[in-house]
């Protein structure tokens, strides 16, 4: 249910672009709330496509979120809670679940929300969306009345849940009227807080609010990407700005309110402004270098580990820019699946040279070349690759560089073809919901086959009936991924954005661009 | 001249054929699959297949050549892989954004680097001739991307005479039109202004130093019309060549500047389809700019046919 992302957010690039917090002194602002206004949003790029269930970039979910609904989303804490369906429920053996629909929500086009339109999504969703493989398991589904949903599973899952509000080609619940549509061609109809304006592709996208909103009262306020959502603002305008320079002078000429991506070397643009404030946007992905288990060398696990004892993560972080912090786990501090302070394996920033050539000695290494892709588009990947290629040559290793396009590199390191052994991406924000979304980009990414101890790791895990138990398999699962170094973790890593002071009634949830519950005085 | 014109239309046929199939053989030669971004990260191998196999990229490259050409003698340039309409309708739509810009630029350029080329020639080997020619060699160095980043902040932000960025179509009214693409072009237009200048200059130097220039001072005539008329007018078959190349280097040119100041036009567009690989795209949007190049030459041609009576007869 993850992916891999570029830092930077284009065509391919995923994270969590927005996630709207205090101010920069951090303290809350008391302002009353004021309706009206265009908030004037400037992103990196425009979507590529509005259709939630096709949609995995950043500069598409953080349009699809403000839209779209799903049964189930993320609270503040990243647990589950309810947004279209009012309860949740699991039958004891995992193999039912059912849903109790909110009354009376509306679409976009008037029509009230029903379990008719709840099934046409699923059944569009498994005919076209690249993550329909989570819902084989599925054998039918029931609509007992307009506002129960049943869907009834071939066999046990006990995280289906957590699976159905991944933010990540999310299954946001469409008209029935939607369901045959091909991929990318629905009407753009949720029942989101805003619908949709206009969009003229490459220069603007306007969504404006949904007057007929039906709010989700069974909660205080907004909850993570739920709760109680209120909308002040008219519009927002998103505005496609690829260079880091122009929408940094948008926000400095009032063009635009909110701005996303800054370069850290040009925050102090923004910073020596009075009405304009930065932000840390933090954890949003984590940064691995990726080890292609099935390419030569890199094959022996002996070669791998000197590799990750080579590395010094320090140097990388310095090196690389941008905002990083160190983190030896696969799961950001503070969501369920983090399990503590100290690492999951020996393996994390060993900075060992000296090991490094032990282990190249019981390998048999004999000089051969490992090959370093990285690519032209993100400069840190480049950056990172270049420091870990000097890293690699103090350990007695022989490396060649070879420089590509995002595009090539993605394709390599997700299909396993191309001439490589190391490459680096970031991971996110999809993970950080659990061992379930990381599982295709821990098989894939590597190209791991064959490992019986990570095969059974996982098997278990996704028959744990309780948290502590598939915390206990997520452990297992680490220590093989990193101790087999696999993936060698450098960094949990975030962003920061820019915004004019004008925007009031952010919170410090590091979701996808959410644009309820925000005024402008 | 029709006979002139229509031979001359006919030799640029078989270059936008030539010009289509480099385009068609270019971008085969580019790693990356168009499959698997269109399919999704997360598609089975099987996707993927079935995604290629809807796109025809699993038949022979031949195959897959001959379709391209025989889809294009009827007119149809395929459809987008990442904007999912026509490749004709995403050009259409984009195209006066890159004509805007080309346009406005060339209309800074031609005035401004024949002036100051004229000058410059008139001056030779003075202090205004080196200053001329130092600042055009600025013009024609410094890199657009940089010098655009200073205009935004020097013109946008510290003086606030423009907007940072975007477009506004000329239907919503001509100010706004005009303040939205000002800066850009002028932009674009100081490499085109570097280089118009000094093949001025040089041209008229060239002419400047004709008996018939010689002759018309010498019975009197102002230095106004010896230079303005007569020698600025044999200067001007030399300046059409130039500008035709400088119309092409415009639209090249516009890449960069439509990146900076997020202007949502050709250059721009073409540069994501690259990076999508939405092979049609890059394709028919080559093909299309190639035979815009092909007619900007051929609109060289004839005025240069017009302005030299020379061409005609030969």
Not at chain 1, 27 to 51: F, H, I, N, W
Not at chain 1, 460 to 486: C, D, H, M, N
Not at chain 2, 62 to 90: D, K, M, P, R
Not at chain 2, 212 to 236: C, D
């Amino acid at each position: 249910m993850s992916r891999c992302v570029a830092r930077r957010g284009v065509v391919l690039a995923l994270s969590l672009i927005i996630g709207l917090s205090f101010a920069a002194n951090g303290s809350v602002e008391a302002q009353q709330p004021r309706k009206g206004g265009t908030l004037v949003y400037a992103s990196v790029s425009g979507p590529g496509t509005l259709d939630p269930y096709m949609a995995s970039s950043a500069v598409e979910l953080e349009v699809i979120h403000n839209l779209f609904e799903s049964l189930v989303t993320l609270d503040a804490r990243n647990a589950t809670r309810p947004m279209l369906a009012a309860k949740a429920a699991a039958s004891e053996d995992f193999k039912t679940y059912t849903f109790e629909l909110r009354k009376g929500v509306k679409f976009h086009n008037g029509q009230e929300m029903t379990s008719a339109d709840v099934k046409a999504s699923f059944e569009r969703y498994r005919r076209i969306s690249p993550a329909a493989k989570n819902y084989e398991a599925i054998d039918h589904f029931e609509t007992p009345d307009p506002y129960s949903f049943v869907i009834a599973l071939k066999e046990p899952n006990v995280v289906l849940l957590d699976t159905l509000k991944s933010p990540i080609y999310p299954l946001m619940i469409l008209p029935a009227s939607q369901k045959d549509k091909p991929a990318r061609d629905i009407e753009v109809i949720g029942t989101g807080p805003y619908k949709f304006g206009e969009w003229v592709k490459d220069s603007h996208l306007v969504i404006v609010r949904f007057d007929d909103y039906v709010a989700d009262t069974g909660a205080p306020g907004r909850d993570g990407y739920g709760g109680r959502k209120t909308v002040y603002l008219d519009a927002v305008r998103y505005r496609f700005m690829p260079e880091a320079t122009t929408r940094i002078a948008a926000l400095q000429n009032g063009e635009a309110q909110l701005i996303s991506s800054i370069p850290s070397e040009l925050s102090a643009r923004v910073t020596q402004r009075k009405d304009l404030a930065i932000r840390e946007v933090f954890p949003v992905l984590g940064s691995y270098i990726i080890v292609n288990s099935q390419k030569g060398l890199t094959a022996n696990v002996l070669i791998r580990q000197a590799i990750a004892a080579a590395i010094n993560v320090d140097e990388i972080i310095e090196g690389a820019g941008g905002l990083n912090k160190r983190n030896p786990w696969m799961s950001f501090p503070g969501t369920p699946y983090y399990l503590g302070e100290t690492a999951p394996t020996p393996w994390y920033d060993i900075k060992d040279p000296a090991r490094a050539k032990e282990l190249l000695k019981q390998a048999g290494y004999k000089n051969e070349k490992i090959i370093i892709e990285t690519n032209s588009n993100y400069q840190w990947m480049r950056s990172t690759m270049l420091i870990v290629a000097e890293q690699l040559k103090a350990a007695g290793m022989a490396v060649d560089v070879q420089i590509t396009d995002w595009t090539t590199n993605a394709a390599h390191m997700q299909q396993g073809t191309g001439d490589w052994n190391l490459s680096t991406t970031a991971f996110g924000p999809d993970h950080i919901l659990g061992p379930q979304q990381w599982r295709p980009m821990i098989y894939t990414f590597p190209h791991i086959v064959g490992n019986e101890a990570l095969d059974k790791a996982y098997g278990e895990f996704f028959v744990a009936p309780t948290l502590e138990a598939r915390r206990a398999s997520w452990l297992k699962i680490q220590k093989e991924v990193l101790g087999g170094a696999y993936l060698i973790k450098i960094a949990d890593t975030g962003r920061l954005s820019g915004y004019s002071k004008k925007l009031q009634g952010q919170n410090d949830y590091a979701g996808v661009l959410q644009l309820w519950d925000l005024w402008l005085e | 001249m029709i006979r002139i014109v229509a031979v001359k239309f006919l030799q640029a046929v078989p270059v936008v054929v030539i010009i289509s199939i480099l385009a068609f053989l270019l971008l085969s030669l580019l790693p990356g699959d168009p499959a698997v971004i269109i399919a999704g990260e997360q598609a089975s191998p099987a996707a993927i297949e079935q995604v290629r196999k809807q796109l025809g990229l699993d038949r022979p490259f031949l195959e897959q050549l001959t379709i391209w050409l025989l889809n294009l003698a009827q007119g149809n340039f395929g459809s987008s892989l990442i904007l999912h309409q026509s490749v004709l309708s995403a050009v259409v739509e984009r195209l006066p954004v890159t004509l805007s810009l080309a346009a406005l630029s060339i209309s800074f350029t031609i005035p401004v680097g024949v002036l100051l080329g004229s000058v410059a020639a008139y001056f030779r080997r003075t202090w205004i001739d080196s200053l001329v020619m130092t600042t055009a060699l600025l013009g024609v160095s410094i890199p657009a991307f940089w010098i655009a980043i200073l205009g935004v902040i020097l013109f946008s932000v510290q003086l606030g005479w423009v907007p940072s960025s975007g477009f506004v179509p000329i239907s919503q009214g001509a100010g706004p039109w005009f303040a939205s693409i000002a800066l850009p072009a002028l932009i674009l237009s100081l490499f085109q202004i570097g280089f118009l200048s000094r093949m001025t200059r040089s041209a008229m130097l060239d002419v400047l130093g004709q008996d018939y220039i010689r002759t018309a001072r010498a019975k009197g005539l102002s230095e106004w019309r010896t230079v303005g008329k007569h020698a600025l007018r044999n200067a001007l078959i030399l300046i059409i060549t130039a500008t035709g190349i400088l119309l092409s280097a415009a639209i090249g040119g516009s890449v960069i500047i439509e990146q900076v100041f997020a202007l949502p036009g050709i250059g721009r567009m073409v540069v994501q389809a690259i990076l999508a690989r939405d092979y049609p795209l890059v394709q028919g949007t080559m093909l299309i700019l190639g035979f815009t190049f092909v007619m900007i030459n051929l609109t060289v041609d004839i005025l240069y046919t017009l302005a030299d009576p020379r061409v005609r007869h030969d």
